[in-house]
């Protein structure tokens, strides 16, 4: 009698160790099922990122990203079934505000905010089908994800000018004689510049990500795991910073025999890798124990008043695959008709006011430009005798797509012979009212040219990227007019003249209307 009233007070946490198992078991394929959803419809987006690291260096690292994060959370997997799934509504809206941002970015051809809002969706299904307490155990992990993103290029600049500044300060507090201007500099031996690759962003990037990953085993105080994260990202900047100076008093001292070809990168290659050991040999005396944890026993697991039923995760998946889908559907429909086809225009303007073409004088600059757009180039000088030329070049594109619009990125965006000194944007005071531009300072030797530019986008004149991508959005899923256009003017000066910002102002003033009626007029497409 005894050894049957002890079976019968059994019963009830044996029946409760399958009956766990089969919600986990259910919880985990639906989470399998929507994070494969998630990849394959978004593939062209994950496709881009991994385009990205094969074709640049300094994302050469994400190939790594993925397999170390699934390595993390491999490692916390007996962790992970002693936990009861929990879905979490939050998790489907934070799934839907993500798909929204991906389909804006898709609209206004971003990718790396497509690339973001994708990767960000795998956390989602994460939440919604598992719950807070998963997200909490796997958050290294699913964070570790967004270093696979190739990202960073609007640090180069600042990273470029940091380091010209750095190495020329260096260099006279070492008695050298420097010139600068700009990212370029000029000793008594021989010219230096400063380029993208000098900038250090992929220093920078390798030491975040190697480490986050040490703070992460190896360190478990929060204070200890900022301490090391700080210096990974501030080391590699001052590190560069000498590895520039170094190469540069290497190239004086040997009166540029040395550091000037092949070696100089080799030696930026054997700098960085010194100081990467000695930041993590230092990193490695801050190395703590892990604190004690109960380790899952064989003993079955109670789950707890709040676990859900493996109904529930699977309508949880289900709901996050079908979430994940409409975007994509979204997207295909917005591009319907992207691919008709336009009448060929011919873009030309009459003279402005009081300003005259000059036929017989080329522009002196030639901006680069992506796709197939239509194209006006001239030169104009003032009725009243000053023939000193304003350069107008306009770019209008009917439609705009990946790789073909106002705003694609270029290599080298003032062409090979001109390197920027100095960009800001400025107020104009036009008759209209105040117009912001974007103005840049070019050089080459001792010419320069001041450049104004701004971009028209669903009928607005502005100098403001983000405006144009969230109205080129905005066109696109309504069905609206997306056409834009790049208007740049510009003036050649002498280096030891001022910048001719009266003579562009007035030129400005003169021919935006005249632009303004022209483009309005041009035929286009919904």
């Known amino acids: 009698m005894s050894v049957q009233l002890d079976q019968v007070a059994r019963l009830p946490d044996a029946a409760l160790l399958p009956h766990g198992h089969r919600r986990r078991h259910a919880a985990l394929a639906a989470l399998l099922l929507a994070l494969a959803a998630v990849i394959l419809l978004y593939h062209a987006t994950f496709w881009s990122m991994v385009e990205l690291w094969a074709r640049s260096q300094t994302f050469a690292h994400g190939f790594l990203i993925v397999p170390i994060s699934c390595w ?51 956390p989602a299904c994460v939440l919604a089908i598992l719950g807070w307490p998963a997200v909490r155990l796997l958050a290294f992990p699913l964070a570790y994800l967004f270093l696979a993103v190739p990202f960073g290029e609007v640090f180069i600049e600042p990273l470029i000018d940091f380091t010209a500044a750095f190495t020329v300060t260096a260099l006279q507090w070492s008695g050298v004689p420097v010139f600068r201007d700009g990212s370029n500099f000029s000793l008594p031996t021989g010219n230096w510049s400063v380029v993208e690759a000098c900038s250090g962003l992929r220093y920078l990037i390798a030491a975040l990500a190697l480490g986050a990953l040490f703070a992460h085993v190896n360190c478990h105080s929060t204070r200890r795991r900022v301490a090391v994260m700080a210096a990974a990202l501030l080391v590699p900047i001052l590190a560069n910073g000498v590895r520039a100076y170094l190469i540069v008093m290497l190239g004086h001292l040997s009166d540029m025999r040395l550091a000037v070809g092949v070696d100089h990168l080799i030696y930026g290659w054997l700098f960085f890798g010194l100081v990467a050991l000695l930041l993590f040999w230092l990193a490695a005396r801050w190395r703590e124990l892990p604190p004690p944890r109960a380790v899952p026993s064989g003993q079955p697991v109670r789950l707890s008043a709040g676990a859900a039923s493996p109904r529930a995760a699977v309508r949880a998946g289900v709901a996050c695959l079908l979430l994940a889908a409409v975007w994509p559907a979204l997207a295909l429909a917005s591009q319907r008709d992207d691919g008709a086809t336009l009448p060929a225009v011919v873009l030309a303007l009459p003279d402005p006011p009081a300003w005259h073409r000059l036929h017989d004088i080329p522009p002196a600059w030639q901006a680069p430009y992506a796709g197939n757009p239509a194209r006006f180039s001239a030169a104009f000088a003032r009725q009243d005798g000053d023939d000193a030329p304003v350069g107008l070049q306009l770019r209008w594109y009917a439609r705009q797509a990946r790789d073909a619009e106002l705003l694609t990125h270029q290599a080298l965006p003032y062409g090979p012979r001109w390197t920027p000194l100095a960009q800001r944007v400025r107020q104009v005071n036009l ?96």
Do not use: C
């Open 431 to 526: 008759a209209g009212g105040a117009l912001a531009v974007r103005e840049s300072v070019l050089a080459h030797g001792g010419e320069r040219l001041l450049v104004w530019r701004v971009y028209r986008q669903g009928g607005i004149v502005t100098a403001r990227p983000v405006l144009v991508k969230l109205l080129l959005a905005q066109a696109k899923l309504l069905g609206r007019r997306q056409d834009g256009a790049d208007i740049i003017v510009f003036a050649a000066y002498d280096e030891l003249a001022p910048p001719p910002r009266a003579r562009l102002q007035a030129f400005l003033q003169a021919a935006l209307p005249v632009i303004e009626q022209r483009l309005q007029e041009l035929p286009h497409g919904p």
């Open 72 to 122: 993390l959370a491999w490692r916390q997997r007996a962790r992970l079934a002693a936990l009861a799934p929990q879905p979490v509504r939050t998790g489907l809206l934070l799934l839907g505000a993500l798909g929204l941002a991906w389909l804006l970015a898709d609209a206004a051809n971003v990718p790396v905010v497509e690339q973001y809002a994708a990767t960000a969706m795998l």
